[in-house]
């Protein structure tokens, strides 16, 4: 994967006041942590949207502060839910040539067969622990899930990683599942509910004008 590239400055001032000083001009506090003594720096919020396009862990960003470079990772980040301005970043310095333990996405490609045929599906995992060299951390993991019939499911044992890729999440762990519409069960289960109801009540009123005639 190919790293993408931001240009860093030093940040003098900590606290609250000072970070939100930085956030109206335009800059966003973080810190680089890994295998020295954190790095306390500003990044351009402008850039950081333009390069960054969605906030990833399997994403390697190469961090440039004043002439020393740092290939990291996106450990953990606030954002603004309502506005969506980025509050503040932490990034995890990476070693090349050295194994790492990450997340990454996992895409689906398809309709399934179950679903046109009036199933429901589930997605209940959305991405992957995988352990790799930095070089070979995938963008994402694309699963074809167009053959599942309603009852298919694909596991995480029916995936073959990319090259160089070791899936560490469980194999038994489900990515995606077609289901019976339970929608369409639930609503006959209660109009059966109802109508019982209703011949319960209509025996009953039956039951009393026979005892005050």
């Known amino acids: 994967m190919e790293a993408k590239t931001l240009q ?13 000083r930085l ?9 680089i942590y890994g295998h ?3 790095e306390v720096i500003t990044i351009d919020a402008r850039e950081f949207r333009e390069t960054v396009k969605s906030v990833a862990e399997s994403a390697i960003i190469h961090i ?3 002439g020393k470079g740092f290939d990291v990772l996106i450990k953990d980040y ?8 980025m509050l503040h970043l932490d990034f995890f310095e990476i070693e090349r040539g050295k194994k790492l333990k990450t ?7 398809g309709t399934p067969v179950g679903v046109r045929e009036g199933g429901v599906l589930s ?39 990319p090259p160089g ?19 369409e069960v639930e609503a006959e289960e209660e109009e059966g509910a109802e109508e019982g109801e209703l011949e319960g009540e209509e025996a009953e009123g039956e039951g009393e004008e026979e005892s005050e005639e």
Not at 23 to 31: D, E, F, L, M, Y
Not at 103 to 109: E, F, G, I, N
Not at 166 to 183: K, M
Request: hydrophobic share 35%; with cysteine.
């Open 8 to 20: 860093a400055e030093p940040r003098k001032a900590a606290g609250t006041g000072p970070a939100r």
């Open 23 to 31: 956030r109206n001009s335009g800059k966003i506090p973080a810190v």
């Open 36 to 38: 020295h003594d954190p």
């Open 64 to 66: 440039d502060l004043d």
């Open 78 to 85: 606030q954002m603004d839910t309502l506005s969506g301005q």
């Open 103 to 109: 997340h990454v996405a996992v895409h689906h490609t």
């Open 123 to 161: 997605l209940p995992t959305r991405e992957l622990d995988i352990e790799c060299l930095p070089k070979d951390i995938p963008e994402e993991i694309m699963i074809d899930i167009s053959e599942l019939n309603i009852g298919d499911a694909v596991h995480v044992s029916d995936i073959t990683p």
């Open 165 to 183: 890729v070791e899936i560490l999440s469980n194999e038994d762990q489900v990515l995606a599942l077609v289901e019976h519409q339970q929608l």
